[in-house]
Every structure is written in structure tokens, then in C-alpha cells.
């Protein structure tokens, strides 16, 4: 049998936590021996936030290798776009990330607006720019709350939920919608904002960052959480630029890479920046 046959017949169950040994035997000192681990995660496991299962061959808590298995994921959704009409499809972007959905409507529209050579007023134009980076902020406080959930602190999701609250208070007004707003339209957006909306969305997002030293303190100023996490999941430039890695993910691992700066689209171009996130 070999190695991965045995590791394939050593690993137990499909389901969270289920785990075996591979055959992969090292010395580990005098009188010590070490396996490789093969840890399925998912497709429901506490620590997946969708339905995604990896299947991870662990070296002690290095991963060496993993294999994704995407179908638990798959919807059909370009089968689904190509019975609908371009303004129906809008409504099953949004659903591609939840926690992103005005971003994924962006996606639809600027594409169907490029096709079309459709030019969208300017005011339509900054008032997208303004919705994605507030989605941006909710997406990535969602993040900042549910990780250190995964390293044993719960603490830092209430913290994160509160503002997020606050901001999600301002998309709900202009859209109706907390998570799916459906506020994107081909041409421009569903409607102009609502009066004082723009007064309210800077004393919200003002808010939100006086208090974000609290958070801040409470993640990062926390031991532990540095030591499992500082070097650890570090990308190598070629690794970045053969898989096409940007955002957060390239910018953590050394690579300063963002779209809005260096490939600019909607408003990005004419903002000053001088750090992302």
C-alpha cells in the first residue's frame, strides 16, 4: 500500500474532527517517533463558516498539505444566470458572500455596464464607492470577531458585533436590507439616499473608530493570540502571484498589493491612500 493509500485508509469518518494518521514516520529525538495527522474540516465544523471541507495532512500544527473538496459548495449559479434576465441575476450575486453582498452586486453590474459601454453618473459613482467600503468594514469586523473565536477567545465577537450594528444601521436605512441589500442597479443604484443620510454615516462611522483601539487591545494586545498567530501562514511573493492572492490575505504576507490602489475602479482612482486594509 502507499503512503497515501495507507493514509487514506487510516483517516476516520468525513465529519468534524475526524482524524487519522499518515504513514509518514520521522525521527522526533531518542526513543521518538512522529506521524503525519490527515484532519478532515468539514463540511460542518464549527470552525468553517459555510460548507467548504479541507482535508489537511498536518505536521504537528504545520500544514502540509491540503486538499479542498468544493462541491458541498456548488449552487448551479451559472446555470441559474443564464435562465434570467441581466437585472434578475443581481439577487444571486449578493448571495455569493453573505457578509459581502453589496461588493458581489458590484461585481454583475459593472461587468454588464462595461459590456454595454454604459456610462454611470458621477453621483452614482461615489455613492458605490462609499456603500463597498462600509460593507468592506462590516466584512472585515466580522472577521476581527469570529477568528479569535477559533483560538479559544470569545470575547472580542461582542465587541465587534456592537460596531458592527452601527454601521449596519446606516445600510439598512439606505436599503432596506441588513445582509442582501439589493441597492445596485445596472446605470446607477436603486434610488438616491435618504436626507441626512450622509450626516448620519459620518457620525456612525466616527463612532465606530474612537472605539476601535478596544478592540484592537483586546486582540492583539492578548498573548496568545501573537503567538499563534505571528509568522504563521506566511505566503512567499512567487506563491502570491502564481494563485493571484491580493488583498488582506498578500498584504499580511509581505506583499503590498491592493486592486482599489494599483488596478483602480468606481471612485478609488481619485482617493488619496495612504494605507489599506
Not at 493509500?5 to 468534524?16: N, P
Not at 479542498?68 to 439577487?91: A, N, S, T
Not at 442582501?180 to 448620519?200: C, S
Amino acid at each position: 500500500m502507499t503512503d497515501r493509500g495507507r493514509a487514506e485508509h487510516l483517516v476516520v469518518g468525513l465529519g468534524a474532527g475526524a482524524a487519522g494518521f499518515a504513514g509518514h514516520e520521522r525521527g522526533g529525538g531518542p526513543g521518538l517517533a512522529t506521524q503525519d495527522m490527515v484532519l478532515n474540516i468539514g463540511p460542518q465544523h464549527p470552525a468553517t463558516h459555510g460548507v467548504l471541507r479541507l482535508r489537511l495532512t498536518l505536521d504537528g500544527e504545520r500544514i502540509a498539505a491540503c486538499e479542498p473538496i468544493v462541491g458541498y459548495m456548488h449552487r448551479g449559479v451559472e446555470k441559474l444566470f443564464e435562465v434570467r434576465d441581466y437585472r434578475q441575476i443581481i439577487v444571486l450575486a449578493n448571495r455569493h458572500d453573505w457578509l459581502s453582498a453589496f461588493s458581489n452586486e458590484l461585481g454583475v453590474v459593472l461587468a454588464v455596464e462595461r459590456m454595454l459601454g454604459m456610462e454611470v453618473p458621477e453621483r452614482a459613482v461615489w455613492l458605490r464607492t462609499l456603500l463597498a467600503e462600509l460593507n468592506r468594514i462590516l466584512n472585515h469586523l466580522m472577521f476581527l470577531g469570529s477568528y479569535p473565536i477559533e483560538l479559544g477567545a470569545i470575547t472580542p465577537i461582542f465587541y465587534a458585533f456592537r460596531e458592527r450594528e452601527t454601521i449596519q444601521a446606516v445600510m439598512e436605512e439606505i436599503s432596506g436590507g441588513r445582509m442582501h441589500y439589493m441597492f445596485n442597479r445596472v446605470g446607477g443604484l436603486k434610488e438616491d439616499i435618504p436626507a441626512g443620510w450622509l450626516d448620519r454615516t459620518e457620525r456612525a462611522a466616527r463612532a465606530v473608530r474612537s472605539r476601535m483601539p478596544q478592540i484592537e487591545d483586546l486582540i492583539f494586545g492578548n498573548e496568545i493570540f501573537a503567538a499563534r498567530t505571528q509568522g504563521v501562514g506566511v505566503l512567499s511573493p512567487d506563491l502570491i502571484a502564481s494563485y493571484g492572492v491580493s488583498g488582506p490575505i498578500a498584504r499580511a504576507s509581505g506583499v503590498d498589493f491592493d486592486l482599489r490602489r494599483d488596478e483602480p475602479y468606481l471612485a478609488y482612482g481619485e482617493l488619496r491612500r495612504d494605507g489599506v486594509l
